[in-house]
């Protein structure tokens, strides 16, 4: 059921239009919707798509877009976060299209920063820094390194592989052309769906701007948050990325394309495991090193990191004890030596 306003035959085609996918999240609206109607960029839409929400979400969302013109509201009962953001693409009319966390906010602002700097560079994708906003202790670090973001100008994700470092939907827009030329969708169905879009846009862009600021505000800590993977979702991510290098293999003939995305597919599935349902971890552990084994990564890698080359061959070459027990004694060194710093 789609809201009357967005039948209207008014609605005129803005610069960007924001997706926001909306599930249970009552309490965080009015933050989240207010920081986007309180953008610096007047020609933008906002589309709520309601995905079955029964804690009161969807009646707040057409209470409030009775008083702001520029926001949209759907309902989309069928499927996951991918599906409602899908549902969004179909009646999205913004040159770019960016996509909100309906838990998160953004700085006034993001959209004209992030619109005015593709426009400048001429490119199908922008890209600007996040910032942790953490439930108990408020604002954190910044998700990338400033040098990740800091220069200017555009470039394809050959020259710059380490924006596939970060595969967060949040910090970017994306131009409506790239998205409907390369038929760009959401797999419905699965969580982890988002790296699957953004990586399928990135290698098919010619051009990305980055924006070192942290423009968007990405909160940590909420309980229910689909950061945390339950039951056999927690496996979905092998699904994902099984989908991501069929999809490179076949549209894509650059070698160093491929390299990139198994590097990548480390970094994700070593990333996931923390996030696995403690039910689920050794199943997830033994087609992780069944995966690492057959990547067969060289010792010159332009994405991972030493630590994470390290866990990769742990991975690799022990078992899943072995691999927890290091896990641990990681953690405890990096809390002491956290305490050492803060004791001086």
Request: include cysteine; proline fraction near 3%.
């Amino acid at each position: 059921m789609v809201n009357a306003k967005l039948e209207q035959n008014k609605r005129h085609e803005p610069a960007v239009s924001v997706i926001v996918p909306v599930f249970n999240t009552k309490k965080y609206l009015q933050e989240c919707l207010d920081s986007l109607v309180a953008q610096t960029l007047q020609e933008i839409e906002v589309i709520c798509v309601d995905n079955g929400s029964t804690d009161g979400s969807y009646e707040f969302l057409v209470d409030y877009a009775k008083v702001h013109e520029n926001i949209f509201v759907m309902k989309h009962t069928e499927g996951r976060q991918g599906g409602a953001r899908n549902a969004g693409l179909e009646v999205a009319k913004g040159s770019y299209i960016g996509f909100v966390d309906s838990d998160d906010f953004v700085s006034p602002d993001m959209f004209r920063t992030m619109y005015e700097t593709a426009e400048a560079n001429a490119a199908q994708v922008a890209v600007c820094n996040i910032q942790y906003f953490h439930m108990d202790s408020g604002y954190g670090r910044s998700a990338l390194p400033r040098s990740v973001l800091d220069a200017p100008g555009a470039a394809s994700i050959q020259q710059k592989p380490k924006l596939l470092s970060n595969l967060t939907i949040c910090n970017k827009i994306f131009s409506r052309r790239l998205i409907d030329r390369y038929e760009i969708r959401f797999p419905q169905g699965y969580y982890h769906e988002d790296q699957f879009f953004v990586i399928v846009a990135l290698t098919k862009a010619e051009r990305i701007s980055t924006i070192p600021a942290s423009l968007y505000f990405y909160r940590k800590g909420r309980q229910g948050s689909v950061s945390e993977y339950r039951g056999p979702d927690s496996l979905h991510i092998f699904s994902v990325m099984e989908m991501i290098e069929h999809y490179i293999a076949h549209s894509q003939g650059d070698s160093q394309l491929k390299e990139i995305i198994s590097e990548v597919k480390v970094q994700r599935l070593l990333q996931a495991y923390r996030l696995t349902d403690p039910a689920h971890r050794r199943s997830f552990f033994a087609e992780m090193k069944k995966q690492f084994q057959a990547a067969g990564l060289g010792d010159s890698c332009q994405l991972l990191s030493r630590p994470e080359w390290r866990e990769y061959q742990i991975v690799r070459r022990s078992g899943y004890l072995i691999y927890n027990m290091y896990l641990t004694t990681r953690a405890r060194y990096g809390k002491l030596r956290e305490y050492v710093v803060h004791a001086k």
